[in-house]
């Protein structure tokens, strides 16, 4: 049920928004300019806290499930209805910026804040969650809070998932506190929010400000077992079966198959290890991530042919075998068509000009549109630079973000 936006000259406080972001990039601050809060480490954790005593400070209710999710509660007049969700998340990349994830974490701490200065209650209750290891930088794959919430995955597989060190997520979950008691999903949601920035570069090419998601690239991750056979550097070039030589191919046959796919192809070799990355020694083993995106899913699927055939190819000229197995997908997704038209009213009212836009990059909105009804805002990345110390969305951007995710959710959830 949407409700009827009546807040038409209620707005969210940019320097306030600006203020909190700038605040919580101190958690985990590189000498570049930007974040490393890793999935559940004592960083990640610390801004957390950070967020909880913002929130506890406006008397907001907070909540933590089994897998980590933190849940913010500014209570409705209708207990009774679903909650409209916002959220995204806390942790970061090795070098992450300022604005990725927290943008749209931050952004609904703005909007429940804007609503307690304007003194205007909503019928349906709000919730504002930060999910567990979005990343996966750490825990790989990522959006595992997201995940397990929407039923992917098990909570005894969530809590499974491991690090490279052997860590489970369960493990560092009950190390930092962050383990809660409710049970993870399996309740009703009216409708989720996700702010965030785009990490990619059409919306500035474009001079748009805001950007309507309404659905994602189709993507296939694998990963690259490369069998070599490990030697003293004395064994003659030929006599060598080398995996970093072999790497070397799959990483360029990789490059190539995105590239022959035209502008909206993308494929990706992000994640590598040598075995037994030694000084004086041949590589015996390397494993590597690899995947392949595009906007049509037809074109997904040509690709990942193309990919295995790239990577016999690959094998055959190095001498080395090569195994390339399916790891995590995504795609295609259309986000709800109600709340993306809700999204487009919304900027034509707040004077914002828009364009529709396909997200390349997966989000915690991707684990939870198969299951309850999703929409998300982009705003400007400079340069599309993301995943980077100087990643950088400017204030104002940050502000109509915020505009747009405040009206629709009001609006969503009905004024009181």
Not at 33 to 38: A, F, M, N, P, T
Not at 57 to 86: C, H, K, S, W
Not at 318 to 329: K, T, Y
Request: proline share 4%.
């Amino acid at each position: 049920m949407a409700g009827n936006d009546r807040g038409g000259n209620l707005t969210v406080d940019g320097d306030r928004l600006w203020d909190s972001l700038m605040r919580m990039a101190e958690i985990g601050a590189l000498p570049g300019g930007g974040c490393r809060r890793l999935g559940l480490t004592p960083e990640d954790s610390a801004g957390r806290a950070l967020l909880v005593r913002w929130a506890e400070a406006q008397g907001y209710g907070i909540g933590r499930d089994r897998v980590g999710n933190l849940f913010i509660r500014r209570a409705g007049t209708r207990p009774e209805l679903a909650p409209v969700m916002m959220g995204s998340h806390l942790d970061t990349v090795m070098t992450g910026g300022r604005f990725d994830g927290v943008l749209g974490v931050l952004g609904g701490l703005e909007v429940m804040r804007s609503l307690d200065e304007a003194g205007i209650a909503t019928q349906r209750t709000l919730e504002l969650v930060v999910w567990t290891n979005e990343e996966g930088a750490r825990f790989a794959p990522g959006n595992t809070g997201a995940f397990a919430f929407s039923g992917k995955y098990t909570l005894e597989q969530a809590l499974a998932h491991a690090d490279l060190d052997g860590t489970r997520v369960g493990d560092a979950l009950q190390a930092l506190g962050e383990a809660g008691d409710e049970p993870v999903g399996n309740r009703p949601v009216d409708a989720y929010f996700e702010l965030h920035v785009e990490q990619g570069p059409h919306l500035e090419r474009a001079g748009v400000p805001v950007g309507v998601v309404t659905g994602t690239y189709t993507v296939r991750y694998f990963n690259l077992t490369i069998m070599g056979d490990a030697a003293h550097l004395a064994q003659p070039l030929e006599n060598r079966r080398d995996a970093l030589v072999g790497a070397a191919e799959a990483i360029l046959a990789i490059r190539r198959v995105g590239v022959s796919h035209g502008e909206d192809g993308r494929s990706n070799a992000s994640w590598i290890e040598v075995f037994p990355n030694v000084r004086g020694t041949v590589a015996a083993t390397v494993r590597m991530s690899c995947d392949v995106r595009h906007a049509d899913p037809e074109v997904t699927q040509a690709m990942a042919a193309d990919l295995h055939a790239a990577i016999g190819d690959a094998s055959r000229r190095s001498g080395v075998a090569m195994q390339l197995e399916p790891f995590h997908r995504f795609g295609p997704i259309l986000f709800d068509a109600g709340l993306v038209e809700l999204l487009r009213d919304t900027a034509r009212r707040r004077g914002h000009a828009f364009r529709d836009i396909v997200t390349v990059a997966g989000h915690d909105a991707i684990a939870l549109a198969p299951v309850l009804p999703t929409a998300m805002i982009f705003v400007p990345s400079a340069g599309g630079l993301s995943h980077n110390e100087r990643e950088h969305t400017d204030p104002a951007a940050c502000a109509a973000g915020a505009d747009m995710l405040l009206h629709a959710v009001l609006a969503r959830a009905g004024h009181a």
